[in-house]
């Protein structure tokens, strides 16, 4: 091969290498990539689908009331303190800093108000939940598929720290 065919393929080479590496940071440091391994965020989220997340170090501050966070659960975020669950949880941000949380028969009430839940395609159980109050940099989430989810109604300690935040996620591979 002569020295102007190499030459040649590697200026046709770099930029492919270039954008490769470029794409390798921006999936590996500010996106990310995760599954969905339950039925807990259906119909919004399909059970092992791959979602896109932008990593809490890249979005900007706190998570707005509606929107799907992806969370390290602590000991504590489970019904049962033994169980230690290590894996990722992915819900829906319900209860901001300040908020009292009630369920009644089912409806979520934030601050004494109705909350609206578009998203649910199913409507929940008539069970009773709360008051759940929102302590600082915490929130209080639960998944869409609200009659088959554990979330922050049944756990331990029901709030999801700040510091336990992944990502926010950005889109669904349905």
Same mark, same amino acid.
């Given at each position: 091969?002569?020295?102007?065919?190499?030459?040649?393929?590697?200026?046709? +080479?770099?930029?492919?290498?270039?954008?490769?590496?470029?794409?390798?940071? +921006?999936?590996?440091?500010?996106? %990310?990539?995760?599954?969905?391994?339950? %039925? !807990?965020? *259906? &119909?919004? #989220?399909?059970?092992?689908? #791959?979602?896109?997340?932008?990593?809490?170090?890249?979005?900007?501050?706190?998570?707005?009331?509606?929107?799907?966070?992806?969370? *390290?659960? !602590?000991?504590?975020?489970?019904?049962?303190?033994?169980?230690?669950? *290590?894996? +990722?949880?992915?819900?829906?941000?319900?209860?901001?800093?300040? &908020?009292?949380?009630?369920?009644?028969?089912? #409806?979520?009430?934030?601050?004494?108000?109705?909350?609206?839940?578009?998203?649910?395609?199913?409507?929940?159980? &008539? +069970?009773?939940? %709360?008051?759940? #109050?929102?302590?600082?940099?915490?929130?209080?989430?639960? %998944?869409?598929?609200?009659?088959? !989810?554990?979330?922050?109604?049944?756990?331990?300690?029901?709030?999801?720290?700040?510091?336990?935040?992944?990502?926010?996620?950005?889109?669904?591979? *349905?």
């Amino acid at each position: 091969m002569s020295k102007l065919k190499v030459y040649n393929f590697i200026r046709w +080479l770099t930029p492919i290498v270039a954008c490769a590496a470029v794409g390798a940071f +921006l999936f590996g440091i500010v996106f %990310g990539l995760v599954q969905v391994p339950s %039925g !807990s965020m *259906k &119909d919004t #989220i399909p059970e092992n689908s #791959i979602s896109i997340i932008l990593r809490k170090p890249f979005w900007n501050g706190m998570p707005e009331r509606g929107d799907i966070i992806v969370f *390290k659960p !602590s000991v504590t975020n489970t019904v049962d303190e033994n169980s230690g669950n *290590k894996s +990722l949880l992915i819900k829906r941000v319900v209860g901001l800093p300040g &908020d009292t949380v009630v369920i009644r028969n089912g #409806i979520t009430y934030i601050n004494g108000e109705r909350y609206d839940e578009p998203w649910l395609k199913e409507h929940p159980k &008539d +069970l009773d939940f %709360g008051p759940f #109050i929102v302590g600082e940099n915490e929130v209080f989430v639960m %998944g869409d598929n609200r009659n088959h !989810s554990v979330d922050s109604r049944y756990w331990i300690s029901p709030m999801v720290g700040f510091e336990n935040f992944v990502g926010i996620l950005m889109h669904t591979f *349905k």
